[in-house]
């Protein structure tokens, strides 16, 4: 019989009202419904558009806090983090942008053919908006949307499935006891890194060039170091203090070499942003992945790990901790969708206004 894992000693409390920065007060804290979407067009949408940015936090989390997602990409700090850096399989040329309509919040970004790309509408009635919109412009697509609302959207629009974007989820019980045969390779790596004496502590806003460092390291080891999310990590840790983020760091010889970030996505499922190792630990990404998963409020039952992109690798390595399910995304579309620059469509948003 096998002794049990070491106990992870360091527990997170989540973070639940943030303030904004003090030169930039947020103009709106609630949700509030400054226009509606009966006869509102394509193009009122795209000049309504606000550049997002740090000082609309209070405003967008009441959004997510009232009408909660499931998907990984709805959360602020994911929005801000990937902000300046444009995710090739999102086709994103632009930094997010949002508006209000009629009680609901859309949130999107331009491609390179100055197409609105929108992510599902956050409100109470997501698959009617969908609906308008869509019937009134074929230069529009909507990414990333969940199954729950992808099915009630209708003959109207082309719905098509999206793999390579569905969130892995696992029961938070099960990664913190990792029992049974199927999490045996699982206990053997962290039992090896526990043999170096690694020890755990809450990650804050002054070990950022540490963790950046850690980064460092672990981009020496790709093949490809500059396809990475270097700089989307740079914004979290920039901002840590004043977004809802929590972690851990993993200190060996009083040195940081790993780390895990996350927040909590909804009521129940805590989500995971950035997991960065030193490769020169054997077993220390599945340590930190570990106690990181120890570190989550009991609170929450379940962890969200993001995709997988499509690439094998990363899709061999979520799949082998166990998900107990995945969010299912699909795009969302006209079926007369435009291949090409929208005419009569110029942008007139973003604004920074």
């Not at 949307?145 to 793999?163: L, Q």
Request: with cysteine; charged share 20%; aromatic share 10%.
């Amino acid at each position: 019989m096998e002794p049990p894992l070491a106990p992870y000693p360091v527990s997170l409390t989540s973070v639940s009202t943030i303030a904004s920065s003090e030169s930039a007060p947020p103009p709106e804290t609630q949700v509030r419904t400054p226009a509606k979407a009966n006869g509102l067009s394509v193009q009122d949408v795209r000049q309504r558009m606000r550049l997002l940015t740090l000082r609309e936090q209070p405003l967008i989390n009441a959004y997510f806090t009232k009408f909660q997602p499931s998907v990984c990409e709805l959360t602020f700090a994911n929005l801000l983090n990937w902000n300046s850096t444009y995710p090739h399989y999102l086709g994103k040329a632009s930094p997010h942008c949002f508006c209000e309509v009629d009680g609901h919040l859309l949130i999107g970004f331009y491609d390179k053919l100055d197409r609105l790309k929108l992510y599902q509408p956050v409100g109470p009635e997501p698959e009617k908006l969908i609906v308008e919109l869509n019937r009134e412009s074929a230069a529009l697509k909507w990414t990333c949307v969940e199954e729950s609302i992808a099915k009630k959207v209708g003959p109207e629009s082309e719905v098509t499935s999206d793999r390579d974007n569905d969130d892995y989820i696992y029961d938070l019980r099960e990664i913190r006891a990792l029992s049974g045969k199927k999490f045996h390779r699982k206990r053997t790596y962290i039992k090896h890194c526990q043999e170096c004496h690694p020890t755990v502590v809450p990650l804050t806003g002054t070990m950022t060039e540490s963790c950046l460092e850690v980064n460092r390291k672990w981009l020496m080891d790709k093949e490809h170091p500059h396809d990475t999310d270097a700089t989307a990590l740079e914004i979290a840790l920039t901002n840590f203090d004043e977004l809802t983020l929590a972690g851990i760091g993993v200190l060996i010889n009083g040195a940081l070499e790993a780390f895990a970030i996350g927040e909590p996505l909804n009521g129940t499922t805590y989500v995971s942003h950035f997991l960065k190792a030193n490769y020169d630990f054997p077993g220390l990404f599945q340590y930190t992945a570990y106690a990181f998963a120890q570190s989550i409020p009991s609170s929450f039952t379940h962890l969200n790990k993001e995709q997988d992109l499509g690439l094998e690798g990363l899709r061999i390595a979520k799949e082998g901790w166990c998900p107990c399910s995945m969010v299912r995304k699909f795009t969302i579309r006209n079926a007369n969708w435009v291949t090409t620059t929208p005419h009569n469509t110029a942008k007139q948003g973003p604004t920074g206004e």
